[in-house]
């Protein structure tokens, strides 16, 4: 008899991609936008950012400034999303957690949930956008953190599904399929100066949609259409992700208290 090593179960997969972030720039308005820090992008990626329309600058990070690609536009195919709450506990321990997408019906009932197990629980929303870009072939993430990012973008999502895929999908022949989301490049903007905080004292910059013409038409939804040969590669991509969508949307150290709000209704 000998140990059956072939039998041992296999480590859960990961799945990675070159990591940005919206930048908020309370700080440092001329940063406002998508920003990855050099260090952290591989190096074959950099010349596909250009490609995108990154520029290249100092970005101010607490007390000095880091080299950073640099992007306040940019039309988004978004092939995935996958979000969570960070629940900070009264200790300072940072402990991720899932949440359902509808955060509208779902939050009080976490908030409620959190406060009951650890009083003084902090909890800040945390959502990641799988992409390609408007001029290259490379998907990349991109993550917003806070209420300040993740609401809006949910908004930017919505009013392009409703506004230029909803519209896009009225031409499609009977018994074709609708499109989906990432068949379109979404043109997301940098937004001007919102106050937050207690008193509206930090200004911070949300991400935005594009001003959209008051009239979408068949031609300017053809104007946002990827093509054949990109909605091909996408599919593929879309298919390939389920492991990233994963990583977040079930997580091991889910406690008790959360569980049941996670499983109810699905």
Known sequence: MDFDFDLAPKPAP?????????????????SAGVVGFRDQIPPYFEAEARRMGFQTRQVMVDAGGK?????P???LAIVRVRSRWIVTHQAGQAVSRYFRWDLATFREDLVD?????????????SLQILVEARGSTAPFVISFRGKGATTPLLNVIKGFEV???????????DGANPLPLYAFYLPLVVSTPEKVGSGKATR??????ATLPSDIDRAYCLSRYVGRAAL???NVLADGSQIWQDQWDRLPELDDALAGHVGSGE
């Open 113 to 125: 949930s959190v406060q009951a197990m650890a009083p003084g629980s902090k909890l800040e929303s």
């Open 67 to 71: 080299a950073a690609f640099w992007a």
């Open 204 to 209: 911070v910059f949300q991400p935005a949609l």
């Open 232 to 234: 091909e590669r996408m």
């Open 163 to 173: 506004g230029v895929v909803g519209m896009a999908n009225t031409f499609r022949p």
């Open 73 to 75: 536009a940019l039309d």
């Open 14 to 30: 990961t799945q990675g991609f070159p990591a940005f972030q919206w930048f908020k720039a309370s700080r440092d308005p001329q």
